[in-house]
């Protein structure tokens, strides 16, 4: 069975600071991997995917994140924040057969927080 | 592309009483996924449909919950006899089968199931 890890459920961070958020997973098949950021009252939009090749991920908004097989993880970073990024971000692993994703298993969630 | 939208956005009913939830997904998308979200929780998998076969359902779905989407169109969740429990997010996603750069997940936004 698949599951995913994000370590912290809160990061606060001050605007135009780096951020790191991280994330696990665990599966014993091949995963396509995604980062999707939810803002209040609002369904999920996605970030970006890891689905195969470069395992550096560009993302939109600046995000970007980093496959690492030996680590099993997927961390969404970004040099500099800002005030409108504050959401709650959602790491994401799916298996795939024949190069089709199925459904995806959700960690619970980090919520960052940008201060002024 | 308008979209993947839901209805309604927010429904509060007495424990006990049916309710009935829609999505409407992209208009070319063929495979149609229901998430359930509560506080504090990533999304979780209900079931999907690939075109109008429902293909499967995940355990959380109880005998209550029942799922339709009879012209591969459109989506039906139905809850009979609601549970406190069941008070949550229930969120619709869709993609487009195919190949893997096209098979990611756009989600709507969502209907906040409250039972009193």
């Known amino acids: 069975a698949q599951s995913v890890t994000q370590l912290d459920s809160q990061v606060p961070v001050f605007e135009e600071a780096p951020v790191e958020l991280r994330c696990n997973y665990s599966?014993?098949?091949?995963?396509?991997l995604f980062w999707y950021v939810q803002y209040p009252n609002q369904g999920l939009q996605l970030l970006l995917k890891?689905?195969?090749?470069?395992?550096l991920v560009k993302g939109i908004n600046g995000f970007e994140a980093e496959f690492n097989k030996s680590q099993t993880s997927f961390h969404l970073r970004k040099p500099s924040v800002h005030i409108s990024d504050t959401a709650e971000y959602f790491c994401?692993?799916?298996?795939?057969?024949?190069?089709?994703?199925?459904?995806?298993?959700f960690g619970k969630g980090t919520k960052l927080s940008v201060k002024p | 592309d308008t979209g993947v939208s839901q209805d309604p956005r927010h429904k509060i009913t007495k424990r006990g009483q049916n309710v009935t939830f829609r999505c409407d997904p992209i208009?070319?998308?063929?495979?149609l996924y229901w998430y359930r979200q509560t506080l504090g929780q990533g999304p979780e998998f209900l079931t999907y449909?690939?075109?109008?076969?429902?293909?499967?359902k995940s355990r959380l779905l109880s005998d209550r919950f029942s799922a339709e989407r009879p012209k591969g169109s459109f989506s039906t969740l139905e809850i009979q006899r609601t549970e406190q429990g069941d008070s949550a997010m229930y969120l619709c996603?869709?993609?487009?089968?195919?190949?893997?750069?096209?098979?990611?997940?756009?989600f709507g936004p969502g209907t906040r199931l409250t039972v009193l």
């Open positions: 996603a869709s993609s487009l089968r195919g190949g893997a750069a096209t098979d990611t997940q756009y």
């Open positions: 599966s014993s098949v091949s995963v396509y």
């Open positions: 890891y689905l195969s090749g470069s395992t």
């Open positions: 994401a692993v799916s298996d795939h057969y024949g190069g089709s994703q199925g459904n995806l298993i």
């Open positions: 208009s070319e998308h063929n495979r």
């Open positions: 449909f690939q075109n109008e076969a429902q293909l499967e």
